[in-house]
């Protein structure tokens, strides 16, 4: 119904403790695979939040939602709050999809979309990182099973590229969501100056992650800020306390980051693995 809830004054609470929560509630903690931002392992399947500078924000989006399998459960553990921002932004995705524009909506149904990622050892993360491993062979084999189409283009460098539906069914509810990484990928998303200086050394499909349409065309500027915008004009910001444990259904709900200053610590575990294929199936 709800899509979220909050716990509070878990206060004296490990992260042993949030993986047996969530091994309770949801069954066994995912690892975090075909990695899209920088985390560090705490324990077992335990990850810290994404290691983005604290005065960038997070854009709003589902979990893995580029990928073939996602966790349909996050769960977010507060031991330390900023002490100014580092709110999480949350956003009902069914809410979200009603908002799009029809002609916006319809257009990604009809053309899927894709998403283009390159893996340098010099800008962003390297595929040793993103795959878990050193062995090519392993990171093909992960392609191949989940219909990535990889290239390596020299040392240190691999682009893959995989077409995935932008909208999907509920399994428990039967609703319809916006569940993908169209907007997060998108070269827009960066700061102006950002965005201007990398296109200036790469074309957009060399970038170290892009969103298009699933023909290949490019998202235009204008759709990628129309969704933004049904983002925002649904979050709710959770402002954290100290011993809060935040569970998301990963599909229903969106969530994000706003900028801090201070110290923050938030753990993060998933479950409950879930895919494009169980989907198509309702």
Known sequence: QYGALLFRNFT????????????????????????SSPRSSVAGNIYTSTEYPAEQAIPLHCENSYQETWPMHIFFHCVTPASVGGETPIADT???????????????????VMYIRNFYDFLGLPWQT????????????YCTTYGINFEWQGEGHLKTSVVREPVLKHPQSHEL??????????ISTLEPEIKEGLLMAFQPDELPANSFYGDGTQIEDSVAEELRNCYQQEVVLVPWQ???????????????????????????GMASANTQNLIKQL
């Open 177 to 186: 969501v916006w569940f993908n990484h169209a907007m997060f990928f998108h």
């Open 130 to 141: 993103v795959f878990q491993t050193e062995d090519k062979a392993q990171v093909e084999a």
């Open 94 to 112: 069914r809410r979200v999809f009603n908002r799009i524009n029809p002609h916006i909506r319809q257009r990604f149904i009809e053309n899927k």
């Open 12 to 35: 004296k609470f490990s992260s042993y403790d949030l993986e047996n929560l969530i091994s309770t509630i949801s069954g066994e903690s995912l690892e975090y695979k075909e990695r």
């Open 242 to 268: 100290k011993g809060d444990t935040l569970m998301l259904d990963n599909m229903l709900v969106a969530h994000g980051r706003q900028p801090y200053s201070g110290v923050r610590q938030i753990l993060v």
